[in-house]
């Protein structure tokens, strides 16, 4: 595939607004979906191979009948927390009161080291400070629980996040966090939260060493063709995207694969240096890669 054609792909809509990648994918009968069927015709075997594979791994997690999308991205933001080696994704956890984000940080394995030689700033705020890696959480603890429900309350303000974008400042971002996210929201639920609790262990015990052994690049929600496409994760060469459904069908594996390979198509320039594509199923950790 020529990743310069990606300017033919993108779907002008009825009232001339451009459609993203994730939204082509969702269908069968787009420019991205016809594209890929005139230039990768055999995608089926892909597909069948993939979703016959998620289908029968072994799955003891359960099973979430309401906002697993949500869950998904609380998952997708605690592995990138896990997997870089500095906080990334710095805009939603300016959301965060400052007790939060720095109890969040300091749970994934981050601490606050000083830059240089220059006198210490006398900042609290974590969102100025800068955090290195100095260890990986390996087991479940009241630290990690709570990691996991701050993760939840933000996956639960996701909407404003997006509709904000920077325009608000970091003050006025936790004014209305604060206001907004309260004891009704995802993090106090406890079905969720013992479900996120799984996949988490899931992850450190077998997901972990899966994704770590791609490589050690990792690019944290990489912005793609302009803001056409967010990926989620990169490690090594590998385009990751991270997926929480406990029965996938095959037209959903067809959706995924799709938003993958447009992914690919809008590093037209290569920047990312992509070989492979692949899916984490958070449900049992389970890795499936494309080269």
């Known amino acids: 595939m020529a990743r310069g054609t990606v300017g033919r792909i993108r779907l002008i809509d009825a009232r001339g607004g451009i459609v993203g990648i994730r939204e082509q994918a969702k269908y069968s009968s787009t420019p991205l979906a016809q594209f890929l069927d005139d230039r990768l015709p055999h995608r089926d075997a892909i597909v069948e191979s993939w979703t016959q594979t998620l289908l029968t791994a072994p799955d003891d997690s359960p099973r979430l009948d309401r906002e697993h999308d949500s869950v998904g991205w609380a998952l997708e933001l605690r592995l990138g927390l896990d997997l870089a080696n500095a906080p990334a994704r710095r805009q939603e956890l300016s959301y965060l009161p400052i007790d939060r984000c720095t109890q969040l940080l300091t749970a994934a394995g981050f601490q606050h080291t000083p830059v240089g030689t220059l006198p210490a700033s006398g900042t609290s705020d974590p969102i100025l400070l800068h955090w290195s890696r100095t260890h ?156």
Request: net charge negative.
């Open 136 to 291: 990986h959480p390996v087991c479940l603890d009241d630290a990690q629980r709570a990691a996991l429900t701050t993760c939840l309350d933000l996956a639960s303000f996701r909407q404003p996040m997006h509709r904000w974008g920077e325009t608000k400042t970091v003050d006025a971002r936790r004014a209305f966090f604060a206001a907004i996210v309260g004891e009704d929201d995802y993090g106090h639920d406890t079905h969720l939260l013992d479900a996120f609790a799984h996949y988490w262990t899931v992850y450190f015990t077998c997901g972990r060493p899966r994704l770590a052994a791609l490589g050690d690049r990792v690019i944290i929600a990489p912005e793609l063709g302009n803001g056409f496409g967010i990926a989620d994760l990169v490690i090594g060469n590998t385009l990751v995207d991270v997926k929480l459904v406990a029965q996938p069908t095959t037209t959903a594996v067809h959706t995924w694969l799709r938003q993958l390979l447009g992914y690919v198509l809008l590093d037209h320039h290569n920047a990312l240096h992509i070989n492979a594509i692949a899916i984490y199923s958070g449900h049992n950790a389970q890795l499936k890669i494309f080269r």
